[in-house]
């Protein structure tokens, strides 16, 4: 079946590091979106794209689909504190396929 | 102003034993979604619906059941419990398929352990 790579699994970083994030897939998928969970909470939708090569910006996030329909970023500036969660990619095309997600640690 | 709420947050059950996770939602939403998540792993889908008397399996469909009478209501059935299907359960609904500028939005989460 589809799969997607997300990397990496975890990222260690300081408070106001920018942060970046990839998925692949060897599938194409007609639209890419990125969301952030919290502990014990439910994935929050942070950033759909739609189109290749679309480049999004919400506030200090911007995401942006490739070319190839293969792949997608989500790059976070200046990182604060409440950026901590996992962070999972998802390719949509007849159903929606999760990345195993980023795991975003920030060190005091 | 409550959007998807799932009941039990909780539960433990014996292998064997059947329930049902129940998931509502008051946005008037046409599609709705069953995913479960497995530690350090993504999302799978289960079961969706486009609509009352709609339903479709998603990638991971087996063990399970789902009905929807109607637009606000999407249950999902345990028959036969199985140690396989501990995990964190997320019931989810948009208006139109996700992708089409429509968000999805999540419900808190069950989290099931099968005993």
């Known amino acids: 079946g589809q799969q997607l790579n997300q990397s990496p699994q975890s990222m260690f970083i300081q408070e106001g590091e920018d942060v970046s994030m990839n998925c692949t897939s060897s599938s194409i998928f007609n639209t890419w979106l990125w969301y952030k969970q919290d502990p014990g909470e439910g994935p929050v939708l942070l950033i759909a794209l739609y189109k290749a090569g679309e480049l999004t910006s919400n506030g200090r996030l911007t995401a942006q689909f490739g070319i190839t329909r293969k792949d997608s970023f989500l790059n976070i500036s200046a990182s604060i504190p409440s950026d901590v969660g996992i962070y999972f990619c998802a390719g949509h095309d007849d159903k929606i396929i999760f990345g195993k997600g980023t795991r975003l640690h920030i060190l005091p | 102003n409550a959007g998807v709420t799932q009941t039990p947050k909780f539960r433990i059950l014996k292998i064997g034993q059947s329930m049902t996770l129940q998931c509502t939602q008051d946005?008037?939403?046409?599609?709705m979604y069953w995913y479960r998540q497995d530690p350090g792993m993504g999302l799978k889908l289960i079961y969706y619906?486009?609509?009352?008397?709609?339903?479709d399996k998603g990638e991971v469909p087996n063990g399970y059941n789902v009905s929807r009478s109607t637009t606000e209501d999407f249950p999902l059935r345990l028959e036969l419990a199985a140690p396989s299907q501990t995990s964190v359960y997320f019931c989810?609904?948009?208006?139109?398929?996700?992708?089409?500028?429509?968000?999805?939005?999540f419900g808190d989460g069950t989290r099931l352990s099968i005993l």
């Open positions: 989810a609904s948009s208006y139109y398929r996700v992708g089409v500028d429509q968000p999805q939005h």
């Open positions: 946005m008037n939403h046409n599609y």
């Open positions: 619906s486009v609509g009352a008397g709609i339903t």
